[in-house]
């Protein structure tokens, strides 16, 4: 306990303008992570399997953005870091730990750039004025990923376990008592997910996400109590590889259910039009 509220003031002073909530959301994390290191590893390997093997597809390896890195323990950073001229790491929450095994490991041409790469606010804005004016359709689009056209020479991106968090984090803020739920359109996290998706799709270069799209909750009897989607009901990309991640196993949530969760690996995002 002492450990982590020390971690979440050293966060708080290295990134001062990163959301409380954020803080809490990656220090609960890491402590999961760590009890929950067996029934991880089997999902971590695979996503790094993944990654690799959209390095392997690219050709010319000058930059590669990694979102959701966290706490780099499905992203291969070792092998991104030797075979990329840059890497940023792109994440609502960079922890200190994370930033000092970077800075420990030497990886010289790694960055990190904080920010929320869910388009809620944008979309609570696009809500507002679209209640000011009348209008429905501002004919703008959500362009959550739009930040990416400014980096430079960009050869692969990553979408690395975020997108369902995304998902979930806005859930969250939208239960929260701010009053921007009312203003917030009905399928407010559908478009959310679509709009990541899409940012994706969009981008001119190699493209590799992996992502939780839905879990069930099994008792020990086999007997399935609860089944739910991730993204909201928006159809997930064509997936290369599917499996299985027990992200609760049998006493980490209750003594008697585990959470387990399907995961997708989708290469060269595409959306249906
Ligand atoms: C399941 S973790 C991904 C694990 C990570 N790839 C690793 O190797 O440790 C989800 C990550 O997404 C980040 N995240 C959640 N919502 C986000 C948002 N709106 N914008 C940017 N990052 C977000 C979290 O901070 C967390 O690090």
Not at 58 to 74: E, I, K, P, W, Y
Not at 214 to 241: C, K, M, N, W
Request: hydrophobic content about 45%.
């Amino acid at each position: 306990m002492l450990a982590d509220a020390l971690l979440f003031a050293a966060t708080r002073l290295s990134s001062p303008h990163t959301r409380a909530a954020a803080i809490r959301d990656a220090i609960g994390l890491r402590s999961r992570a760590r009890r929950c290191r067996d029934a991880w590893a089997g999902h971590e390997a695979r996503t790094r399997a993944a990654i690799d093997r959209a390095i392997d597809g690219v050709d010319v390896r000058r930059t590669a953005v990694v979102l959701g890195s966290g706490l780099l323990r499905d992203v291969p950073i070792e092998r991104l870091s030797s075979m990329f001229k840059k890497v940023v790491l792109v994440d609502v929450c960079h922890l200190p730990t994370t930033r000092l095994t970077v800075l420990l490991r030497r990886y010289p041409n790694v960055a990190f750039m904080t920010r929320d790469i869910s388009g809620y606010d944008r979309l609570a804005e696009q809500s507002r004025i679209k209640l000011a004016t009348g209008q429905d359709d501002l004919g703008v689009r959500l362009d959550p990923l739009g930040f990416l056209r400014k980096i430079d020479e960009l050869d692969l991106v990553i979408s690395a376990n975020v997108l369902s968090q995304i998902a979930v984090g806005a859930e969250a803020r939208l239960q929260a008592k701010d009053g921007q739920a009312r203003i917030m359109p009905d399928d407010a996290v559908a478009e959310l997910v679509a709009g990541h998706l899409d940012g994706l799709a969009q981008l001119p270069c190699k493209t590799v996400i992996v992502t939780d799209v839905s879990y069930i909750r099994r008792r020990q009897d086999g007997i399935i109590v609860e089944s739910h989607d991730l993204l909201a009901g928006v159809t997930p990309p064509f997936a290369s590889d599917v499996w299985d991640w027990t992200v609760a196993p049998f006493g980490e949530e209750a003594p008697d259910e585990e959470r387990i969760h399907r995961v997708i690996a989708a290469e060269d995002v595409a959306v249906d039009l």
